[in-house]
């Protein structure tokens, strides 16, 4: 009898496949590893039509139920973190795929976001880009003392961010779709409608979760509203911020500038507009990605992996359920 076969997905710095977990599938497993993102529904049911196993890396790929249907072979997706958005698990349960998720890093989204918010305020990577080219002190920051920090969503991320907005002696304000105003007093913060968070603010940073609640919650009318010299910092997710609308009003100069860890589509394409900005801070979507975060992904993945190949029924399963489904069909 061959083994299973298993699939890790967009290892983009191909670092996943040189941790110490795999050992523990050695010879019950076949495990390959992409390094590259495919772009259509089509390319992705071409390359896991042979899998049995399937382990994402966070939300990097989508599994709707059109992609579930359509993979006869597939029986466990071992998913990395908490966050199953990109996932249709009622989909998979149906199909008798078991979902199992991982624990995460509490803190790298959180000093992740801290990085961008001093970066982009300071101009760190437009100063270092200057010196390489022979150029010396090329821009002027701001201090954060004394300004005030717009946090949109004040839950796990958001309320350390609040928490860190005053240890520097910030004021903070605070909106959420569900946030109430004793809420936001207990995390130090002050709740105000969103459109006064927009006004008011100096920085503005997003962790909300994406939902459909929150999809193109920043809008074109949310960014006329922010001062000229006020930044917007996203580290959650691409599309709670209107895109399109974002990169005409920092191409128009309208505000300060930005930090943006997420996008519309990721990897973002080359041709890309904010590309082409000077006044924006870019990462490739690594607020999670640290070693730390790896460690914690893929060893209780694997872990999954072992205890259901061995007949037990994994312990963070999110869809128990989905074995009946298999044995009726």
């Known amino acids: 009898m061959t083994n299973p076969r298993a699939a890790v997905l967009e290892d983009y710095q191909d670092v996943v496949r040189k941790l110490p977990y795999w050992e523990h599938l050695r010879g019950r497993v076949d495990v390959d590893f992409f390094k590259d993102a495919v772009t259509s529904e089509d390319a992705l049911l071409a390359r ?4 049995r196993i399937v382990i994402p890396i966070r939300e990097r790929t989508r599994f709707p139920g059109s992609v579930l249907d359509r993979l006869p072979a597939l029986d466990l997706l071992a998913i990395t973190g908490r966050n ?9 349960t149906r199909r008798g795929v078991l979902v199992v998720e991982t624990g995460g890093s509490g803190v ?27 150029r010396w002190q090329t821009t002027v920051g701001i201090d954060l003392a004394g300004k005030t ?13 609040a928490a860190f907005g005053t240890f520097l002696g910030m004021k903070v304000l605070a909106w959420g779709p569900t946030l109430t105003a004793d809420r936001a007093t207990a995390a130090g913060a002050t709740y105000v409608p969103l459109e006064q968070l927009m006004s008011e603010s100096d920085v503005v940073t997003v962790h909300t979760r994406l939902s459909d609640l929150t999809r193109g919650l920043i ?12 930044y917007l910092v996203n580290t959650a997710r691409g599309p709670i911020v209107d895109e ?11 505000i ?6 997420v996008f519309d589509v990721e990897p973002l394409p080359g041709n890309h507009p904010l590309l082409g900005l000077d006044n924006v801070v870019l990462t490739p979507h690594i607020g999670y990605v640290t070693s730390d975060a790896y460690d914690i992904f893929f060893k209780q993945a694997v872990e999954n992996i072992v205890a259901y190949l061995d007949g037990k ?17």
Request: hydrophobic share 40%; no cysteine; aromatic share 2%.
């Open 48 to 51: 896991l039509q042979p899998y």
């Open 84 to 92: 199953s958005g990109h996932v249709d698990v009622p989909a998979a």
């Open 108 to 134: 790298s989204a959180i000093e992740h976001t801290i990085g961008m918010i001093l970066a982009v305020v300071r101009h760190l990577p437009q100063e270092d880009r200057a010196m390489r080219t022979g």
């Open 149 to 161: 920090l717009g946090v949109v969503g004040l839950g796990r991320i958001g309320g350390k961010i």
């Open 219 to 230: 809008t074109a009318r949310h960014l006329a509203l922010m001062k000229p010299t006020a």
């Open 244 to 254: 399109s609308a974002l990169v005409k009003t920092l191409r128009d100069h309208r």
């Open 256 to 261: 300060a500038g930005a930090a943006l860890d």
């Open 313 to 329: 029924m994994p312990s963070r399963a999110l869809n128990p359920e989905a074995l009946k489904n298999r044995k009726k069909s």
